[in-house]
């Protein structure tokens, strides 16, 4: 269903994740108007570009890693699927519509000069969970507010906790303050050090619909921070509820050669 969808992410919306990333150096020229604000959003998809962005990455069930040795971590975050509305080329809403949780794959690239050229090489590069939670409300209120995210890494029958157990109302930016920030990004940000023209990138595509934004992956756990993907390994992201009657939405990958 995102086939012919823009897929984006947020760098840095929870706090230390880009520190234990070993990437907050990569933004140093970057200026943001609050200390704990996200550096900038990324295209990791586009549909028809001629790009490698252009190939479809995202799997359900397998992730394939590089042929080459990559250093690749799971970056579990929350995914919202947004209905975008424009007037004279800008965008001037957005509206919330579901979310899942996704895995943001990122390879530790030295010498990367985008965000970009560490999140897609192959069409199983990334992946997402085969449920969704249709969004209520997006604000205070909402379904989203009793939802929390985990991540595991079961290596050789051994489950470790990969990502910290973070509450939604934990991201730097949420809710209406993210959406809001999220238009001026997507409207004024440039082509500057790791990030790109994301206007111009929407106006390649035609100016879409709908756009899938993955909001940013949380801290890492001890065993996560020190341990890259191999082989045989089995991701688990998880958003559940603390509320009663909330559905749990899982996503389980095998990562394949």
């Given amino acids: 269903m995102l086939r012919d969808v823009l897929c984006l992410g947020v760098a840095g919306n929870f706090a230390n994740h880009l520190e234990q990333a070993g990437e907050s150096k990569d ?5 943001t ?51 975008a509305e424009y007037q004279d080329g800008k965008v001037v809403k957005l509206i919330a519509k579901k979310f899942t949780v996704f895995n943001d794959t990122t390879i530790r690239k030295e010498g990367a000069k985008k ?13 997402i969970a085969h449920h969704w939670v249709k969004i209520d409300k997006f604000e205070e209120g909402g379904i989203m507010d009793n939802y929390h995210i985990r991540s595991f890494l079961i290596r050789d029958n051994i489950k470790h906790p990969y990502g910290a157990d973070a509450p939604l109302l934990g991201y730097s930016y949420f809710y209406n303050k993210l959406t809001t920030w999220l238009i001026d990004k997507l409207n004024n940000q440039k082509d500057f050090g790791p990030l790109e023209d994301i206007s111009q990138i929407i106006k390649d595509c035609g100016y879409p619909k709908e756009i899938f934004v993955s909001i940013g992956a949380t801290e890492y756990e001890e065993f996560g921070k020190n341990n890259y993907l191999k ?17 749990t939405i899982t996503l389980h990958q095998k990562v394949v050669a």
């Fill in 27 to 31: 933004f140093v020229g970057v200026e």
């Fill in 33 to 83: 108007k609050e200390e704990n604000a996200p550096k900038g959003i990324f295209p990791f998809y586009i549909p028809g570009s001629n790009c490698f962005l252009g190939r479809f990455p995202i799997a359900k069930e397998e992730l394939i890693l590089p042929d080459y040795e990559a250093n690749a971590q799971v970056e579990p975050e929350i995914g919202v699927l947004f209905e």
């Fill in 115 to 127: 965000i970009s050229q560490k999140k897609s090489w192959s069409d199983k590069s990334k992946g």
């Fill in 231 to 247: 082989v045989g390994d089995e991701i688990i992201v998880e958003a559940y509820s603390k509320k009663e009657g909330d559905r």
